[in-house]
């Protein structure tokens, strides 16, 4: 149950990240003005590496 959560939460934020680089490159400083990229990468990163230990446990 807990690897279904994380793995879905991974998934919408690497969704997230794509769409946002999107609009990024179609319109620049459209996404950064409202909401910091950097803190997006890190929570997908964490996620990841969670998703990683979840799986390998």
Do not use: D
């Not at 179609?26 to 979840?54: A, H």
């Amino acid at each position: 149950m807990f690897y279904q959560i994380i793995k879905e939460i991974y998934r919408a934020l690497l969704v997230a990240i794509i769409i946002f680089i999107i609009m990024e490159i179609i319109e620049p400083g459209l996404v950064i003005s409202f909401i910091s990229l950097n803190l997006l990468l890190i929570f997908w990163f964490i996620s990841g590496i969670i998703l990683l230990l979840v799986t390998y446990k």
